[in-house]
């Protein structure tokens, strides 16, 4: 039996992977190693999961298992991940790296597996979606320099954070260590790509040795130069696929890599170099031009990723100095000038300044700060001088734990990618089969020309992996969520990305969520012996002192009409009722009906109808008078967010028709509100429980969303098929499934349009495979196709599938601010 402490997880980001079919590879490859309990990988984010008992297999042996299959890696030390792991101890490091040339999660896998062999490593991960490797290990068992020598060993890349390179090839990498790192606009740009890297100068060179066996052929009939050109063209091009079809071949699975190596053999074999060339000429192509186009949308990760200045300035000692942001602790003042990113989160101690939040909240207009208000790492001071108090270390920042949950969110699958995954299990198989049958049925039975149905056989040997069906659904959720996340919209995985989508009731907390959160002066009733303004100053002058909610809205109203407050005399608080205070040459009261009444301050007629008018429409009286009687009273109400009306709006123009608010205040109050966004549904004096319930009956109609704030109604987010959260973005971040990072209402509309946008490229794109596999499974069996287009069909749907997917990233919001 083994003990719990002999069991460890490793983790790993894998590199070039071409479709899921390497990452299925990857993990069953792992799973025949003794000691192997579980072993996962993810084509999506080329992350690597194992779980393993040490005292049967060691981590050296699960790299090698994982190197051995072709992949590649390449990590470099850098700040901590954004959550720590329970494998991480004081006594261990971590490494963080880009990793270039993966061409799909299963890369991803081998890359994590390969690490995992290694001596020393507790947990090695590799992300597919941004590139990014993470290694905790053990620097006495195992040197900085093996981990990255295993990944390039792989044939992958590696680059070092602070440099801000591509990540794409071992060549620009080795550029940018050299101290000279190329813009961030050009990593995917054009001839740079194609020059510079090795996946682009392996296309160039097979494609130039194919032309010029062609000119050599057909233009200087020179037939033996012309198949040491098309030899040259696929021994070129062949051999990463090679070393991947190996691999593929020993773990007996028939992976995309292994299809188009037997198809290209066969066919040298046969005597055709020039279909053979071409191709291993096409799908070299077809995987480098879907890398190509999936670098772009990994750049929303990594422009979060480098939001974060590296130093910061601190004030020690009474001096300003600079400090790594590793180094500052919570509790540090920053200095911030302007132009200055902010390097830590923390809250405003002195100055004012307006801050560009874009990056993290999708807001295009810069919010003023004040001393007492938060700002987040990563965003620009634009105007003032700025002091602000550390809250947050560099690994718990908002930002790093952003990219945590985005990086997580592409990981995850989508539950339409089940279906896929489980049609291809069948698929693939069912035309081997019939390939098969082709090349020997014939021959053996019938008497025909082996060579004429053995290339036959060929061609279907290509069209049987279905790359399209398979990377349809993860390419498609990294454009979405990457394009979400440029805009304040935080997906936590696949699952709430499809399901937003098909919300047939949508449900509101009321406080903090359709409303403020906070008191806002209504209005201002006067009983005809003073001028509203005057009263307003009156009681914002004995109410300057208090800490209360509602004495602060009442101030607040008074300071933005301009009023200037006095200071009271003999100010005298009652808990639980008001105040009162000397004010000139009279004492006035500020309070509730229960202040004037233990004054022995009669109510007359008139105000008793004015209290009751007020409290009808779901208002908090505030009443103010003096010894003689009442002469007026102020009415606050929790504020409605300015955008909550349009939100509704927009989600009722979306098809939503059904939207309740569910509320834990009276039925005056929760009427007021629904009238005034235009709510129809609405359940009043609701506890946290109740709204449990609540969810739990609306769900017998359909699909339920829940939006709230994360405070008080966590219990219903959890029990919705998917929830929105809104609010403080500390805690928006752990409440719900979908975060609303700008705290704009609006965006709730935009997530769910957007998610419907998603499942419909999906299904665009699995509808247009299906059909391009079913009519060139018909045309390879009648002989019709040759291998060349047989590998056009392949690599044009993938790529097809790729630049539908691609269209989400492009996906802009409507403008949300004012």
Same mark, same amino acid.
């Given at each position: 039996?083994?003990?719990?402490?002999?069991?460890?997880?490793?983790?790993?980001?894998?590199?070039?992977?071409?479709?899921?079919g390497c990452?299925?590879?990857?993990a069953?490859t792992?799973q025949?190693?003794?000691?192997?309990?579980?072993?996962?990988?993810?084509?999506?984010?080329?992350?690597?999961?194992?779980?393993y008992?040490?005292?049967?297999?060691?981590?050296?042996a699960?790299?090698?298992?994982v190197t051995?299959?072709?992949?590649?890696?390449?990590?470099?030390?850098t700040?901590?991940?954004?959550?720590q792991?329970?494998?991480?101890?004081?006594?261990?490091?971590?490494?963080?790296?880009?990793?270039?040339?993966?061409?799909?999660?299963?890369?991803?896998?081998?890359?994590?597996?390969?690490?995992q062999?290694?001596p020393?490593?507790s947990?090695?991960?590799?992300?597919?979606a941004s590139?990014?490797?993470?290694?905790i290990?053990d620097?006495?068992?195992?040197?900085?320099?093996?981990?990255?020598?295993?990944?390039?060993?792989?044939?992958?890349?590696v680059?070092? &954070?602070?440099?801000?390179?591509?990540?794409?090839?071992?060549d !620009?990498?080795?550029?940018?260590?050299a101290g000279?790192?190329?813009?961030r606009k050009?990593?995917?740009g054009?001839?740079?790509?194609?020059?510079?890297?090795r996946?682009g100068?392996?296309?160039?060179?097979?494609?130039a040795?194919?032309?010029?066996?062609?000119?050599?052929?057909?233009?200087?009939?020179?037939p033996?130069v012309a198949?040491?050109?098309?030899?040259?063209s696929?021994i070129?091009?062949?051999?990463?696929?090679?070393?991947?079809?190996?691999i593929?071949l020993k773990?007996?699975?028939a992976?995309?890599?292994?299809?188009?190596?037997?198809a290209?053999?066969?066919?040298?074999i046969?005597?055709?170099?020039?279909?053979?060339?071409?191709?291993?000429?096409?799908?070299?192509?077809?995987?480098?031009?879907q890398?190509?186009?999936?670098?772009?949308t990994?750049?929303?990760i990594?422009d979060?990723?480098d939001?974060?200045?590296?130093?910061?300035?601190?004030?020690?000692?009474?001096?300003e100095?600079?400090?790594?942001?590793?180094?500052?602790?919570?509790?540090?003042?920053?200095?911030?000038?302007?132009?200055?990113?902010i390097?830590?989160?923390?809250v405003v101690?002195?100055g004012?300044?307006a801050i560009?939040?874009?990056?993290i909240?999708?807001?295009?207009?810069p919010?003023?700060?004040?001393?007492?208000?938060?700002?987040?790492?990563?965003?620009?001071?634009?105007?003032?001088?700025?002091e602000?108090?550390?809250?947050?270390?560099?690994?718990d920042?908002?930002?790093?734990?952003?990219v945590?949950?985005?990086e997580?969110?592409?990981?995850?699958?989508a539950?339409?990618?089940?279906?896929? &995954?489980?049609?291809?299990?069948?698929?693939?198989?069912?035309?081997?089969?019939?390939?098969?049958?082709?090349?020997?049925?014939?021959?053996?039975l019938?008497?025909q020309?082996?060579?004429?149905?053995f290339?036959?056989?060929?061609?279907?040997?290509?069209?049987a992996c279905?790359?399209?069906l398979?990377?349809?659904?993860?390419?498609s959720?990294?454009?979405?969520?990457?394009?979400?996340?440029?805009?304040?919209i935080?997906?936590?995985?696949?699952?709430?990305l499809?399901?937003?989508?098909?919300i047939?009731?949508l449900a509101? &907390?009321?406080?903090?969520?359709?409303?403020?959160?906070?008191?806002?002066?209504q209005?201002?009733?006067?009983?005809?012996?003073?001028?509203?303004?005057m009263?307003?100053?009156i009681?914002?002058?004995?109410?300057?002192q208090?800490?209360?909610?509602?004495a602060k809205?009442?101030?607040?109203?008074?300071?933005?009409?301009?009023?200037a407050?006095?200071?009271?005399?003999?100010?005298t608080?009652?808990?639980?009722?008001?105040?009162?205070?000397?004010?000139?040459?009279?004492i006035y009261?500020?309070?509730?009906?229960?202040?004037?009444?233990?004054?022995?301050i009669?109510?007359?007629?008139?105000?008793?109808?004015?209290?009751a008018? !007020?409290e009808?429409?779901?208002?908090?009286?505030?009443?103010?008078?003096?010894?003689?009687?009442?002469?007026?009273?102020?009415?606050?109400?929790d504020?409605?967010?300015?955008?909550?009306?349009?939100?509704?709006?927009?989600l009722?123009?979306l098809?939503?028709?059904?939207?309740?608010?569910?509320?834990?205040?009276r039925?005056?109050?929760?009427?007021?509100?629904?009238?005034?966004?235009?709510i129809d549904?609405?359940q009043?004096?609701?506890?946290?429980?109740?709204?449990?319930?609540a969810?739990?009956k609306?769900?017998?109609?359909?699909?339920?969303?829940?939006v709230g704030?994360?405070?008080?109604?966590?219990?219903?987010?959890?029990?919705?098929?998917v929830?929105?959260a809104?609010?403080k973005i500390d805690?928006?971040?752990?409440a719900?499934?979908?975060?609303?990072?700008?705290?704009?209402?609006?965006?709730?509309? &935009?997530?769910?349009?957007?998610?419907?946008?998603t499942?419909?490229?999906?299904q665009?794109s699995i509808?247009?495979?299906l059909?391009?596999?079913?009519?060139?499974?018909?045309?390879?069996?009648?002989?019709?196709?040759?291998l060349? !287009?047989a590998?056009?069909?392949?690599?044009?749907?993938?790529?097809l599938?790729?630049?539908?997917?691609?269209?989400?990233?492009?996906?802009?919001?409507?403008?949300v601010?004012?």
């Open positions: 039996m083994t003990s719990a402490s002999a069991l460890k997880t490793l983790q790993a980001h894998i590199g070039g992977m071409d479709c899921g990452a299925k590879t990857i069953t792992l025949q190693l003794p000691g192997v309990g579980e072993a996962t990988v993810s084509f999506a984010t080329e992350r690597l999961n194992v779980t008992d040490s005292q049967q297999v060691d981590e050296a699960i790299r090698d298992r051995a299959l072709g992949y590649t890696f390449e990590p470099i030390p700040q901590p991940s954004p959550v792991t329970p494998l991480q101890t004081p006594s261990t490091q971590t490494l963080q790296a880009q990793v270039g040339g993966m061409d799909c999660g299963g890369c991803a896998r081998t890359i994590a597996a390969n690490l062999q290694l020393g490593i947990e090695a991960t590799v992300n597919f590139e990014r490797l993470n290694v290990y620097p006495q068992q195992t040197s900085e320099a093996d981990i990255i020598g295993r990944v390039t060993d792989l044939g992958y890349t680059a070092l &954070d602070k440099t801000a390179q591509s990540f794409a090839e071992t !620009i990498a080795a550029e940018n260590l000279d790192p190329p813009s050009s990593d995917f054009g001839w740079r790509f194609w020059l510079k890297t996946r100068q392996t296309v160039i060179l097979s494609g040795g194919l032309l010029l066996g062609v000119i050599a052929e057909r233009l200087l009939s020179l033996l198949q040491g050109f098309f030899a040259l696929l070129v091009a062949i051999a990463p696929i090679l070393r991947a079809a190996w593929a773990l007996r699975r992976d995309m890599n292994l299809l188009m190596t037997l290209a053999i066969g066919a040298a046969l005597g055709q170099w020039f279909q053979g060339a071409l191709v291993i000429f096409l799908f070299a192509l077809g995987t480098t031009l890398s190509f186009t999936l670098g772009r990994r750049h929303a990594r979060l990723m939001l974060t200045p590296a130093t910061a300035t601190v004030k020690r000692n009474g001096q100095v600079s400090a790594t942001v590793e180094g500052i602790q919570v509790g540090e003042i920053l200095t911030i000038r302007p132009g200055q990113r390097a830590l989160d923390g101690v002195s004012v300044s560009d939040q874009s990056p909240t999708g807001e295009s207009l919010e003023t700060k004040e001393p007492g208000d938060p700002v987040f790492a990563g965003t620009l001071n634009q105007t003032g001088f700025l602000v108090e550390v809250t947050h270390t560099a690994k920042t908002t930002v790093a734990r952003i945590h949950l985005v997580e969110a592409q990981e995850s699958r539950p339409i990618q089940q279906w896929v &995954d489980r049609f291809s299990a069948i698929y693939t198989p069912i035309v081997l089969l019939l390939a098969v049958i082709i090349a020997l049925v014939p021959p053996l019938l008497a020309p082996f060579q004429f149905w290339y036959k056989a060929l061609v279907l040997l290509v069209i279905p790359c399209a398979v990377i349809a659904t993860p390419v959720l990294i454009s979405a969520i990457g394009a979400a996340t440029r805009q304040g935080l997906f936590k995985g696949g699952n709430a499809e399901t937003a989508g098909r047939k009731t509101f &907390d009321k406080t903090g969520t359709i409303t403020q959160g906070v008191p806002v002066v209005k201002v009733h006067n009983l005809g012996s003073m001028s509203d303004r009263m307003l100053m009681a914002a002058s004995l109410e300057q208090s800490e209360h909610p509602l809205a009442i101030v607040a109203e008074a300071l933005a009409q301009g009023l407050l006095e200071a009271p005399e003999s100010f608080a009652i808990p639980g009722k008001g105040i009162w205070a000397k004010f000139g040459q009279a009261f500020v309070g509730n009906r229960r202040l004037f009444e233990e004054q022995t009669s109510l007359s007629a008139t105000a008793q109808s004015l209290l008018e !007020i009808s429409q779901g208002q908090t009286p505030v009443l103010i008078g003096t010894r003689q009687g009442v002469v007026g009273a102020i009415a606050l109400a504020g409605i967010r300015l955008e909550s009306t349009e939100a509704v709006h927009s009722k123009r098809g939503l028709k059904r939207l309740v608010m569910l509320t834990g205040d039925s005056a109050v929760a009427r007021q509100v629904a009238q005034q966004v235009d549904e609405y009043v004096e609701l506890l946290p429980e109740d709204k449990l319930q969810i739990h609306l769900r017998r109609s359909g699909v339920v969303g829940m704030d994360g405070i008080n109604d966590t219990p219903a987010l959890a029990a919705a098929d929830s929105f809104v609010g805690v928006a971040l752990e719900a499934d979908i975060v609303l990072v700008g705290n704009d209402l609006r965006r709730v509309g &935009d997530a769910i349009q957007l998610s419907r946008r499942l419909t490229v999906i665009q509808a247009v495979a059909v391009l596999n079913a009519t060139f499974v018909i045309l390879g069996v009648l002989g019709v196709i040759g060349p !287009i590998v056009l069909e392949d690599m044009g749907s993938s790529l599938v790729t630049l539908n997917a691609m269209r989400l990233f492009k996906t802009q919001m409507r403008e601010n004012p």
